[in-house]
């Protein structure tokens, strides 16, 4: 019998954001698939370690998912990915992919899936701790209350189309330059939190004090004035 692929999320930095779920599979699973080349230097492993330090010892899959806007690069990498998560299955192996946050958010896991299971394959989603939701908790606010839209975008060179949309705009990722620019020019407000969760965590509560050269790991929050 083929084995079940797995996609858990692992919440966006502190270890105590992982479910329960999430923590079981982890623990339970035959081979953790980690996204790099190597655990030592990925955040989404150390995430999950620090909640279940035994898995140092577990069978691991790196799974080189590499940051770049290549389409032939990516696609090689979903396909070799995906190739190396098969043979595990076809031995009747559990596989758990952890990811950052969710795996329905901005999630490489999603490529993957899809590949595995068009060769035939079951595929579980384990959902996490959004970086949106951990970053709102950290800014000590709603991101939407009553009937107030919520629109979770990438940020970069749409940001000033979507600055116009109604309710609260979360951005993740992308070209930070062009959005504070954006939000500038629009004289919006805005907060936003870094690496949330971790012990490098920074919380900026005015568009002004955002630096231009903050981590990948940032979540900006702009809320429509009422």
Same mark, same amino acid.
């Given at each position: 019998m083929n084995g079940?692929?797995? #996609?858990v999320?692992v919440?966006p930095?502190?270890?105590? !954001?992982?479910?329960l779920?999430a923590?079981?599979?982890?623990?339970?699973?035959?081979v !953790? +698939?980690?996204?790099?080349?190597?655990?030592?230097k990925?955040?989404?492993?150390?995430?999950?370690?620090? +909640?279940?330090?035994?898995?140092?010892?577990k069978?691991?899959?790196c799974i080189? *998912?590499? *940051?770049?806007?290549?389409?032939?690069v990516?696609?090689?990498?979903y396909?070799?990915?995906?190739e190396?998560?098969?043979?595990?299955l076809e031995?009747?192996?559990?596989?758990?992919?952890?990811?950052? #946050?969710?795996?329905?958010?901005?999630?490489?896991?999603?490529?993957?899936?899809?590949?595995?299971?068009?060769? #035939?394959?079951?595929?579980?989603?384990?959902?996490?701790?959004?970086?949106?939701?951990?970053?709102?908790?950290? !800014?000590? *606010?709603?991101?939407?209350?009553?009937r107030?839209? !919520?629109?979770?975008?990438?940020?970069?060179?749409?940001a000033?189309?979507a600055l116009?949309?109604?309710?609260?705009?979360?951005? *993740?990722? #992308?070209?930070?330059g062009?959005?504070?620019?954006?939000?500038e020019?629009r004289?919006?407000?805005?907060?936003?939190?870094?690496?949330?969760?971790?012990?490098?965590e920074?919380?900026?509560?005015?568009?002004?004090?955002?630096?231009?050269?903050?981590?990948?790991?940032?979540?900006?929050?702009v809320?429509?004035?009422v």
């Amino acid at each position: 019998m083929n084995g079940i692929l797995y #996609g858990v999320g692992v919440g966006p930095g502190d270890p105590e !954001l992982l479910t329960l779920k999430a923590a079981r599979l982890i623990q339970t699973c035959d081979v !953790l +698939a980690i996204p790099h080349r190597d655990p030592e230097k990925c955040f989404v492993y150390r995430i999950a370690r620090g +909640a279940a330090p035994e898995i140092n010892e577990k069978p691991k899959l790196c799974i080189d *998912m590499p *940051m770049t806007h290549d389409t032939k690069v990516r696609e090689a990498a979903y396909e070799a990915g995906t190739e190396t998560i098969a043979a595990e299955l076809e031995a009747g192996k559990t596989v758990v992919f952890i990811t950052l #946050g969710d795996p329905s958010v901005y999630s490489t896991f999603a490529y993957l899936a899809a590949r595995v299971q068009e060769k #035939g394959f079951s595929v579980e989603w384990v959902p996490g701790v959004t970086s949106f939701c951990a970053a709102a908790a950290a !800014l000590k *606010m709603p991101l939407c209350t009553d009937r107030e839209a !919520l629109h979770i975008l990438p940020g970069g060179a749409n940001a000033k189309d979507a600055l116009l949309y109604p309710g609260t705009k979360v951005f *993740m990722k #992308g070209e930070l330059g062009p959005l504070l620019d954006a939000i500038e020019a629009r004289g919006a407000e805005a907060q936003a939190v870094e690496n949330c969760g971790t012990e490098d965590e920074r919380v900026y509560r005015a568009a002004s004090d955002i630096p231009k050269d903050a981590g990948y790991y940032l979540v900006t929050v702009v809320k429509e004035e009422v």
